[in-house]
């Protein structure tokens, strides 16, 4: 299985930016590459559920993005660096939650995976605070 660890989350006020990265590590799965797992990033609020946030597919060519964040996040991929990346701009009080990224090794091609309940492998998250 892979191990995914994310970083770059921090405190920062309204209207800054972040990159969030999300790294993968460990022996995949019957030889597995990176590029073989579609990515997402979720986020969790205190007393909330965690919410899709936006995913990838496997090449990098499609992507999707909950509504909130769209026009504001890019997620992407480097495939040979075996990381996902989260870029933030005109970050709100609102976007404040621990953000994870997950990778989910059954999706199709092109596909977008948005349900968290299709994800096979999970980070720990990265916290985002983004004060008033």
Not at 8 to 16: C, I, K, S, W
Not at 39 to 68: C, H, L
Request: aromatic share 10%; hydrophobic share 30%; glycine share 10%.
């Amino acid at each position: 299985q892979i191990q995914l660890v994310e970083s770059g989350g921090g405190l920062v006020q309204a209207g800054d930016s972040l990159r969030l990265s999300c790294t993968a590590s460990g022996r995949t799965a019957s030889g597995r590459t990176f590029s073989s797992y579609a990515m997402g990033w979720f986020r969790q609020a205190p007393g909330k559920e965690r919410e899709f946030v936006a995913a990838i597919s496997r090449s990098g060519g499609n992507t999707y993005y909950t509504d909130s964040v769209k026009g504001r996040f890019t997620i992407s991929r480097d495939n040979t660096r075996m990381t996902a990346y989260l870029q933030m701009n005109s970050l709100k009080p609102e976007d404040t939650a621990r953000y994870y990224c997950a990778a989910d090794r059954n999706a199709a091609s092109l596909r977008v995976v948005i349900s968290d309940r299709e994800y096979d492998y999970w980070g720990q998250g990265t916290q985002v605070t983004v004060s008033s």
